[in-house]
Structure formats: structure tokens, C-alpha cells
T-cell receptor, first 109, second 111 residues
Framework: RKEVEQDPGPFNVPEGATVAFNCTYS??????FFWYRQDCRKEPKLLMS???SGNEDGRFTAQLNRASQYISLLIRDSKLSDSATYLC??????????FGQGTELSVKP | NAGVTQTPKFQVLKTGQSMTLQCAQD?????MYWYRQDPGMGLRLIYY???????DKGEVPNGYNVSRLNKREFSLRLESAAPSQTSVYFC??????????FGAGSRLTVL
């Protein structure tokens, strides 16, 4: 079983929809949590870090649930430009950053 | 500011050939990483270097070796390439708990 797991999707949603992704991690000692965005044939880029109290950046909200060992990403009012693969990442106590499989999002007009 | 630079961008090898992927960062980061990305598998960590002079295995280290030549450079070597190593390879660097900065990737095909 992978240390970090995501539903690979794809998620096909209309513009304006709200979509949520979940990611579970198995190492309870994990220290830091992130969401990355990857466009087709490009390198991943940080979308947002995930804090214990939850955090919001415009249309994007990230949550961390340490008790259940999952993180989530909510995208409100989806835009065509949000189409990409979203990767969750977890940094363990050894400093290694482990990624999930990625969830593909396709926003349609 | 170049960030993380990987070479080569593309490479085709025959089974059994060897090659080295080069990675250099100019951000004075201590930590460097090598990942591979395959369809449906996400990014899988091959090797990790927390600082100059140290390396540690990741999720899929078999068939690879690494060298942390200095603080800037972290190379990945395939001694005897296999078709299963056909992939996109990403190098990344970070400082402490801060986020990773990735290189643009190296596409390797092993025939």
C-alpha cells in the first residue's frame, strides 16, 4: 500500500462546479502537507501548503484531518484553467516528500 | 535565476546501456530529490539527499545510484538500463520544510 493515496479520477466537471479531492496518508508522524498542481507534460508546482487550522486561497480551500489522516482540497467555481492533475504530498519525519498518484481534473464549458 | 536545471531533456537508450541524469540548483538548498513519474503512478521518490554528502533511498531505488557531488549538484545514474525504467524523471530541491522546486523533467526511453 502506498504511503500516500489519492483517487486518480478523472473528475469531469462543468464550469462553475465545486469539486473536492481527498488524499489519505499512512504515516501518522508525517509533518507537512501540500497540494501541487501539474499541467500536462510540465513539472509540478506548489498550489498550497496545508495547515492544521485549514487554509484558503481564493477559490481553493485545503483542510487537514490528523485524526483520520487525510487532507482535502476544495475548488469552488471551477474554471477551464483549473484543468490539471492535482497531487497531494506529505513530508515524513525523515524529510522525504512522498506524493500521491495524482487526481486528474477536467473542467468543461 | 535558473532554479533547478536538469539535463538531458530527452534520451533514448538501448537495454543495458548506462547513463547519468544531471541536476543542478542555484538556490543554495540543502535537500535534493529524484523522482520518476509514470502514468497512473504519480511521482515516486527514487533517492533523496538531505544535505551535501548524504543520500537515502526512497520508494523505488532499485536499478539506480546517486551522487551528491556538492551542494548544487545531485546526479542519478542508471548502470544497466531496462525498459521498466522508461519514465519521466524529475529532480527537485528544497530548504528545510519549505516546498520543493522542480526541474522541467527528463524523458527517458529504454528500448
Amino acid at each position: 500500500r502506498k504511503e500516500v493515496e489519492q483517487d486518480p479520477g478523472p473528475f469531469n466537471v462543468p464550469e462553475g462546479a465545486t469539486v473536492a479531492f481527498n488524499c489519505t496518508y499512512s504515516n501518522s508522524a508525517s509533518q507537512s502537507f501540500f497540494w501541487y498542481r501539474q499541467d500536462c507534460r510540465k513539472e509540478p508546482k506548489l498550489l498550497m501548503s496545508v495547515y492544521s487550522s485549514g487554509n484558503e486561497d481564493g477559490r481553493f480551500t485545503a483542510q487537514l484531518n490528523r485524526a483520520s489522516q487525510y487532507i482535502s482540497l476544495l475548488i469552488r467555481d471551477s474554471k477551464l484553467s483549473d484543468s490539471a492533475t492535482y497531487l497531494c504530498a506529505v513530508k515524513n519525519q525523515g524529510g522525504k516528500l512522498i506524493f500521491g498518484q495524482g487526481t486528474e481534473l477536467s473542467v468543461k464549458p | 535565476n535558473a532554479g533547478v536545471t536538469q539535463t538531458p531533456k530527452f534520451q533514448v537508450l538501448k537495454t543495458g546501456q548506462s547513463m547519468t541524469l544531471q541536476c543542478a540548483q542555484d538556490m543554495n538548498h540543502n535537500s535534493m530529490y529524484w523522482y520518476r513519474q509514470d502514468p497512473g503512478m504519480g511521482l515516486r521518490l527514487i533517492y533523496y539527499s538531505a544535505s551535501e554528502g548524504t543520500t537515502d533511498k526512497g520508494e523505488v531505488p532499485n536499478g539506480y545510484n546517486v551522487s551528491r557531488l556538492n551542494k548544487r549538484e545531485f546526479s542519478l545514474r542508471l548502470e544497466s538500463a531496462a525498459p521498466s525504467q522508461t519514465s519521466v524523471y524529475f529532480c527537485a530541491s528544497s530548504e528545510g520544510v519549505w516546498v520543493l522546486t522542480f526541474g522541467a523533467g527528463s524523458r527517458l526511453t529504454v528500448l
